[in-house]
Each structure stands twice: as structure tokens, then as C-alpha cells.
């Protein structure tokens, strides 16, 4: 049975820093492309980092210079370090990853950002 499990949200306030993380089980992320998502109310899911099976990374153009995805292999998990973050940052943030021909979500973690 897959589980990805987030964590590393919270409250900060606008220029601070927090790093999420997504935990598996029961999958190989190094396998496949681990995105991270994020959902602010009222608003469609939307796709923030993504990283491949060969470690490259793509950004939304909101959070380039800003968020860093990266995989630690060993761990079996994968990372969003947010800095400089912005009240329009505040949302839901959700790991996703495609792999068995189905489509895997954690439970997400709040994230809020006070100006």
C-alpha cells in the first residue's frame, strides 16, 4: 500500500522560510517524478515543483529563485524548502507522485503566510 505523508507546514510570516517534507512507503520515489502541489482557498489545485527520476526540476514561474525541491534517495523522501515566502503562498501543500499507472497524494500540510 502506498503513503505519502507531508509535513513541515505552519504559520510565518511574509519573508521567513519553512522546509515540507514527503515521506513514502510502499514506492521508490527515485523511480518517479515527485511533484508538489498546492491548493489556496477558493482556487484550483495548482502545480508548484516537480522533480524527475534523473533529478531534474522544474518551477512554477511564482516561486522560481524562491522554493527548492529536492530528494535525499536514501531517506526515501522528498523536500520543498520555501524561503522568502509570501502571503499568496498560503495554501494547502500537497506531494504527488504517478507511478503503477496510478496517481498517489499525501494528506497535504497547511502552510500561511502573515504580511
Known amino acids: 500500500q502506498v503513503q505519502l505523508v507531508e509535513s513541515g507546514g505552519g504559520s510565518v510570516q511574509a519573508g521567513g522560510s519553512l522546509r515540507l517534507s514527503c515521506a513514502a512507503s510502499?514506492?521508490?520515489?527515485?523511480?518517479?517524478?515527485v511533484d508538489w502541489y498546492r491548493q489556496a482557498p477558493g482556487k484550483q489545485r495548482e502545480l508548484v515543483a516537480s522533480?524527475?527520476?534523473?533529478?531534474?526540476?522544474n518551477y512554477t514561474d511564482s516561486v522560481k529563485g524562491r522554493f527548492t525541491i529536492s530528494i535525499d534517495n536514501a531517506k526515501n523522501m522528498v523536500y520543498l524548502q520555501m524561503n522568502s515566502l509570501k502571503p499568496e503562498d498560503t495554501a494547502v501543500y500537497y506531494c504527488?507522485?504517478?507511478?503503477?499507472?496510478?496517481?498517489?497524494w499525501g494528506q497535504g500540510t497547511q502552510v500561511t503566510v502573515s504580511s
Open positions: 510502499g514506492i521508490i520515489f527515485s523511480f518517479y517524478t
Open positions: 504527488n507522485t504517478f507511478g503503477n499507472s496510478r496517481s498517489f
Open positions: 522533480i524527475t527520476s534523473r533529478g531534474y526540476t
